[in-house]
């Protein structure tokens, strides 16, 4: 059973730093798609980030030039490198990898940007 486990979550001020990371284990096979989403208080869930496993990227409008979505295939590792954080970047940053009609989903890693 393959699983997602993020790291790197934690308190930062407004305008600092963080890198996420999600580690795959076991066995994904014919990755489609990696993506980093987020979910505030109250709110639903939302995309942030993508990588196709063509290389083409895409980001929601808010992140832009701040967040940079990568992968390490010798590690089966993704990354969030998150620039200029906002409080507005508040949220749970769960992983997801499509593969074919599957999906997995990290179990979530808490970012809050205090002002």
């Known amino acids: 059973q393959a699983q997602l486990v993020e790291s790197g979550g934690g308190l930062v001020q407004a305008g600092g730093s963080l890198r996420l990371s999600c580690a795959a284990s076991?066995?994904?096979?014919?990755?489609?798609?990696m993506a980093w989403y987020r979910q505030a208080p109250g709110k639903q869930r939302e995309l942030v980030a993508a990588?196709?496993?063509?290389?083409?990227?895409n980001y929601v409008d808010s992140v832009k030039g701040r967040f940079t979505i990568s992968r390490d295939n010798a590690k089966n590792t993704i990354y969030l490198q998150m620039n200029s954080l906002k409080p507005e970047d508040t949220g749970v940053y769960y992983c997801?990898?499509?593969?074919?009609?599957?999906?997995?989903w990290g179990q979530g890693t808490q970012v809050t940007v205090s002002s």
């Open positions: 990588l196709t496993s063509g290389g083409n990227t």
């Open positions: 076991g066995s994904i096979f014919s990755i489609n798609r």
């Open positions: 997801n990898v499509l593969s074919g009609f599957l999906t997995y």
